[in-house]
């Protein structure tokens, strides 16, 4: 009886940074992200998109330390509106808002 070898399977750590390339991809991670009527994860996901487009970068041109800004955006983050706002300004995005539906 000979013994069996095992295949060792690994993962790669999942970065959704890594997905958004264009900017239908921004709007539609977005606009998901705004079904969900979760402040939080609406939060978390302007972070991945801002890391996708260069977080160090983004920070120069804000005039904030890259690291406040990655934290900002983490699940522990708690951002000013300001900040949100200069952020997507910055990705040529704007807020809008609109009435709920009935």
Excluded: C, W
Aim: charged letters at 30%; glycine letters at 6%; zero cysteines.
């Amino acid at each position: 009886m000979g013994s069996t070898a095992r295949e060792k399977i690994t993962f790669s750590k999942y970065d959704t940074a890594e997905y958004i390339e264009s900017k239908e991809d921004v709007i539609a991670f977005l606009e998901a992200a705004m079904e969900e009527n979760d402040p939080e994860f609406l939060l978390e996901t302007i972070g991945h998109i801002a890391r996708s487009k260069g977080m160090a970068q983004l920070a120069r041109e804000l005039n904030m330390d890259r690291a406040g800004l990655y934290k900002s955006f983490s699940p522990d983050g708690n951002p000013y509106f300001l900040t949100v706002v200069k952020v997507l300004d910055k990705l040529g995005l704007r807020v809008r808002l609109e009435k709920k539906s009935a």
